[in-house]
Structure formats: C-alpha cells, structure tokens
C-alpha cells in the first residue's frame, strides 16, 4: 500500500511521486524495495523536486499491468491530482511494464495528464532523441521478458520429456529438489485406496470418507489442507502420474516418468472402467437408487403390496400404552391392512427357511464355483499373454505417431486425435486383460462364507444390518417381495438364485440355461 503524505495546497509544482516494485524473484540487494527508494530520493533531490507519495508493489510480475492493484491505484492518483503532480520517478523503466505496449499506453496517459515519467537509472527525457532511446529501453525490457519465459518453457518442456513432473505432485507424493518423491505418510494409504477402487465396491464418497478417517488431506496452494470430496478423488483416481506416467495437456504427450509408480498400468485402466461404469462385473449394490434408511424398518421398499405394486413404508403407531411400528401401502389401495412389523419379520424369517438350498445344493454350488474359479485363472493367464502383445503394437503405433508430429507430418490437431484413439483403445485392452478382483478373492475362505451364509438364509438374515439385509435380498428378490396379506405371495426369485436352487432339485445344472419353478423345501424331499 502506499505511504502517503498528501496535504500539500493545490497548484503547487516540483512535487514528484515515486513507484516501487519487486517481483518475488528479483528479492535481491541491487532490487529491493529500499535501495530503489534511496536511488528515486536522490534523483528527486538531484532535480529539486519533492516527494509528494511513495507507492510500493511488492511481489508482482511486470509482464502485465493486471493484477498489480498499487500501480493502478497510482495512476488513478496522478489523475486525479495531476494539478499537483510534475514528475512520476521509478528506478528503471521495466518496473513500470516489461511489455513495450503497456508501458507506451501508460506513458500517453500520463503525457496526457502533463506527468513527467523518469528512470533514475536510465537517460529519459522529453528530446526526440531521449524519447526513441526511452522506447528502446522498453523494447529491451521486453525482449528480456520474453527470453526469459521461451527460456522457463523449454525449461519445462525438456523436465517433462526427461519424465519429470512439472507443479504440485499429486496426493502420496513429494517434491523434493524437483524431483517426486514417496511421502511416507500418505503413500501407503493411496495405494489400499487405489486397490479399492478396483473391486469395484466402494464409491468416490466412500472413498473420501475413509481417507479423510485416516487423516489424508488435500493439499493447495499455500500449504493448505482440506478435506478429501469425491470430485477430488475423481481427479486423482483419473491421473495416469499413480501408473508411472508424466501426461502432458499442453503438448499432448505422455511420457515414462522417473518417480516410483504407486500401481501397475492394468490397474489404472481397470479403475477407470469401474469409474466410466464400463465393466459389467462391478454391477454393487452401491450403484442402485438412493433410499433413505430407516434401521426400524429394514424390510421397507423391499415387502411390497401386491395389490398395486407400490414398496412397503414403515411408520410408528402411538397407542394408549405404547408405540407400535407397522408397514403399511403408502398408497392406502386398500388391499390389506397394515403390517405389524413383528408379523412381517417372523413371516420373512418362515419363508427364508423355506427358500434356503439343501446342503447338497449348497455343496454341488461350492464345487461349480471351485471350477469356474480354476477355469478364470487359466483364461486370464491366456488372455494377459495376447494382450501384451497387443498393446505393445499400440506403443509402437503412439512412438511412430510422436515421430511423425515432430518431424511435420502430422499436425499438432491430427497427433491429439489420432493419440486420444491410441489411448482409449488401450483403455479396452487393459480392461479386458485384467482380472485382478479374482487374484485378490481367498477361495477357501468365500465358499465357507457361502456355506455358512447360503445354506442358512433366515439365522443370516437375523444377523444382518440394514445394509447387507438389502445386498441378501436383492440378490434374491430383485424386483421385491409381494405381501398378500396375510404372507408373501410368490416372490420372484433371481435367474442366479432360481439356477442354484434348480440345480439342486436336479432340473437344471448350475451355469444351463434352463430353469424350472422353484418349489420350498416343504414341498421337497431329500
């Protein structure tokens, strides 16, 4: 801000104001505030002039005069004052602007108002000689601008093609004398949240909520942290720099980075098919419409009437002793009266019994399961060696593409597109050789978890909260289950659950494509 001395009666002459700045990399001796402010007072005293105000701008680039609120608010000072004001002194041209139209605009604004701008330390004047040498200077100050910023990109541009990142390294890792390095604090859990992600169970919001659990921040400029949100781990989760990668918007380019790669590349991919909803294999229960819970009534939107169709609400009934909870149409079609919760859950619990599989179904599903595991594992070794091959053509495909760019044969326009088709069709074949959720499953511990869970679907469901009471019954039911007052009327079961319980009664092996009515096991033997 500037320090300001007005006070001074209108129509006095002689009086000089004085401009300071210094950008944040000129914090030297021969720049600093103080020096150039010794240097204008003397050159004020040389002239016999007197300083009327001193401005000072601290930290700001010359390159533009926008974001430089101190030389604006002197400017607008002169002119309001320009009956006071003979002479504007700075301690070199450049301090005005570095770009020779801003600095001659400023300059006719000022010869406009009758303002004298004056270099201490450069011949300025008002002799055409000293106003072409003035101009020059000017020039000089921006061609040195200019050299210096063509000088900072191809400084840039040579770190990216040596796979060196240029800003702020994403969240797990550090900067340390321009290189990425690990952040031990962070780096380990990013990697788990990365492993995550690709099972395809877990949402950005849940995501965000177990990272911020365990105190991982996002960092900002300025050193600031904040809370993870799912739009921040969307950027994160999309950013190839986890793979091992430098990706380059500007230039259109990725290149092998020199950092340690927190994932494998097939891992990346994968994420981003979970993310785009591209594999059919993460179909979670986490992707189905919102409900809002109720841990009262956890049969609601899964019991429904089966008169009109409309999902079971639950409420509270005070009564003169105390509340009792029902389920009820929210519709009131009328074709049954409302069901006391206590009703409803032992008619669930009866007809679970009912439905569950025989040891022999759940035995004969453990041994198919066994075979399909075997078999996925052979594919996948089959299916990673012919899609290694495949994307080693596409890297020779993008290594020619480059070429051709920088030799002019392709425009910049043709590399982007033909790159973007390059790398969406590495996209598919990382996904399609990617089998990692199968590689992390323990074998033995799901099919005592199926034995323990599938063969007992009512002491399961007892011992289920809200969340896994709608994973089990989806599973089963997932269009629901009509309430014919009194009991369910004829649920539909799922194709998967209908083919487990055929395969047991012998009508249809697991994995054939047909299936029978599925009768209870009271109406069943053996």
Same mark, same amino acid.
């Given at each position: 801000?500037?320090?300001?001395?007005?006070?001074?009666?209108?129509?006095?002459?002689?009086?000089?104001?004085?401009?300071?700045?210094?950008?944040?990399?000129?914090?030297?001796?021969?720049?600093?505030?103080?020096?150039?402010?010794?240097?204008?007072?003397?050159?004020?005293?040389?002239?016999?002039?007197?300083?009327?105000?001193?401005?000072?701008?601290?930290?700001?680039?010359?390159?533009?005069?926008?974001?430089?609120?101190?030389?604006?608010?002197?400017?607008?000072?002169?002119?309001?004052?320009?009956?006071?004001?003979? =002479?504007?002194?700075?301690?070199?041209?450049? &301090?005005?602007?570095?770009?020779?139209?801003?600095?001659?605009?400023?300059?006719?604004?000022?010869?406009?108002?009758?303002? =004298?701008?004056?270099?201490?330390?450069?011949?300025?004047?008002?002799?055409? @000689?000293?106003?072409?040498?003035?101009?020059?200077?000017?020039?000089?100050?921006?061609?040195?601008?200019?050299?210096?910023?063509? &000088?900072?990109?191809?400084?840039?541009?040579?770190?990216?093609?040596?796979?060196?990142?240029?800003?702020? @390294?994403?969240?797990?890792?550090?900067?340390?004398?321009?290189?990425?390095?690990?952040?031990?604090?962070?780096?380990?859990?990013?990697?788990?949240?990365?492993?995550?992600?690709?099972?395809?169970? @877990?949402?950005?919001?849940?995501?965000?909520?177990?990272?911020?659990?365990?105190?991982?921040?996002? +960092?900002?400029?300025?050193?600031?942290?904040?809370?993870? &949100?799912?739009?921040?781990?969307?950027?994160?989760?999309?950013?190839?720099?986890?793979?091992?990668?430098?990706?380059?918007?500007?230039?259109?380019?990725?290149?092998?980075?020199?950092?340690?790669?927190?994932? =494998?590349?097939?891992?990346?991919?994968?994420?981003?098919?979970?993310?785009?909803?591209?594999?059919?294999? !993460?179909?979670?229960?986490?992707?189905? +419409?919102?409900?809002?819970?109720?841990?009262?009534?956890?049969?609601?939107?899964?019991?429904?009437?089966?008169?009109?169709?409309?999902?079971?609400?639950?409420?509270?009934?005070?009564? +003169?002793?105390? &509340?009792?909870?029902?389920?009820?149409?929210?519709?009131?079609?009328?074709?049954?009266?409302?069901?006391?919760?206590?009703?409803?859950?032992?008619?669930?619990?009866?007809?679970?019994?009912?439905?569950?599989?025989?040891?022999?179904?759940?035995?004969?599903?453990?041994?198919?399961?066994?075979?399909?595991?075997?078999?996925?594992?052979?594919?996948?070794?089959? +299916?990673?060696?012919?899609?290694?091959?495949?994307?080693?053509?596409?890297?020779?495909?993008?290594?020619?593409?480059?070429?051709?760019?920088?030799?002019?044969?392709?425009?910049?326009?043709?590399?982007?597109?033909?790159?973007?088709?390059?790398?969406?069709?590495?996209?598919?074949?990382?996904?399609?050789?990617?089998?990692?959720?199968?590689?992390?499953?323990?074998?033995?511990?799901?099919?005592?978890?199926?034995?323990?869970?599938?063969?007992?679907?009512?002491?399961?469901?007892?011992?289920?909260?809200?969340?896994?009471?709608?994973?089990?019954?989806?599973?089963?039911?997932?269009?629901?289950?009509?309430?014919?007052?009194?009991?369910?009327?004829?649920?539909? !079961?799922?194709? !998967?659950?209908?083919?487990?319980?055929?395969?047991?009664?012998?009508?249809?092996?697991?994995?054939?494509?047909?299936?029978?009515?599925?009768?209870?096991?009271?109406?069943?033997?053996?």
């Amino acid at each position: 801000m500037p320090q300001s001395s007005h006070g001074k009666t209108m129509g006095q002459t002689g009086r000089a104001v004085i401009y300071l700045r210094v950008s944040t990399e000129e914090q030297v001796e021969n720049y600093s505030l103080e020096t150039q402010e010794n240097i204008c007072r003397k050159e004020a005293e040389r002239r016999g002039l007197t300083v009327f105000d001193i401005f000072r701008e601290e930290g700001r680039s010359a390159k533009t005069i926008k974001g430089r609120p101190v030389l604006i608010e002197m400017l607008e000072f002169c002119r309001k004052h320009k009956r006071e004001i003979d =002479t504007i002194i700075v301690y070199r041209l450049d &301090r005005i602007s570095r770009q020779t139209a801003d600095y001659l605009a400023i300059r006719k604004k000022l010869t406009e108002c009758e303002i =004298t701008l004056v270099s201490a330390t450069e011949p300025t004047g008002e002799t055409p @000689t000293e106003k072409f040498v003035e101009t020059m200077l000017a020039g000089f100050a921006q061609m040195d601008n200019d050299v210096r910023s063509e &000088r900072s990109r191809n400084g840039m541009k040579a770190r990216f093609m040596a796979g060196l990142y240029n800003g702020r @390294t994403p969240l797990g890792y550090l900067n340390q004398d321009g290189y990425a390095s690990i952040d031990p604090k962070t780096f380990d859990k990013m990697k788990a949240a990365w492993d995550m992600m690709a099972t395809g169970t @877990t949402t950005l919001r849940a995501m965000a909520d177990i990272l911020n659990a365990q105190g991982v921040r996002e +960092r900002r400029a300025g050193g600031k942290e904040y809370l993870l &949100r799912s739009q921040s781990l969307s950027r994160i989760f999309s950013n190839k720099f986890y793979a091992g990668k430098v990706v380059s918007k500007r230039y259109g380019m990725e290149v092998q980075g020199q950092h340690t790669a927190m994932i =494998t590349e097939e891992q990346f991919y994968l994420v981003q098919a979970v993310l785009q909803g591209r594999n059919k294999l !993460f179909q979670t229960v986490s992707q189905t +419409r919102r409900n809002k819970d109720n841990p009262d009534f956890r049969m609601r939107r899964i019991a429904k009437c089966s008169g009109c169709g409309q999902s079971f609400t639950g409420g509270w009934s005070k009564g +003169r002793h105390a &509340r009792y909870a029902y389920y009820f149409c929210p519709k009131r079609c009328g074709a049954g009266p409302s069901v006391p919760l206590d009703t409803l859950e032992e008619a669930t619990t009866l007809h679970l019994t009912d439905v569950s599989p025989s040891t022999k179904t759940v035995n004969l599903f453990v041994a198919t399961l066994r075979k399909e595991y075997c078999e996925r594992i052979g594919n996948l070794q089959n +299916r990673r060696s012919k899609a290694d091959g495949d994307i080693k053509k596409v890297y020779e495909l993008r290594q020619a593409l480059i070429e051709k760019n920088l030799s002019g044969i392709y425009s910049d326009e043709i590399f982007k597109e033909q790159n973007a088709l390059l790398e969406e069709k590495l996209k598919v074949i990382h996904v399609a050789k990617n089998d990692a959720v199968i590689e992390k499953y323990n074998l033995e511990a799901i099919t005592l978890f199926i034995k323990q869970k599938l063969g007992n679907l009512s002491d399961t469901y007892k011992n289920s909260d809200l969340a896994q009471t709608r994973a089990l019954l989806g599973s089963i039911y997932p269009s629901g289950m009509p309430w014919g007052y009194p009991g369910y009327s004829n649920p539909e !079961f799922s194709p !998967f659950y209908r083919l487990i319980v055929d395969a047991g009664q012998g009508n249809a092996p697991i994995g054939g494509r047909q299936t029978f009515f599925v009768e209870p096991n009271s109406a069943r033997t053996g």
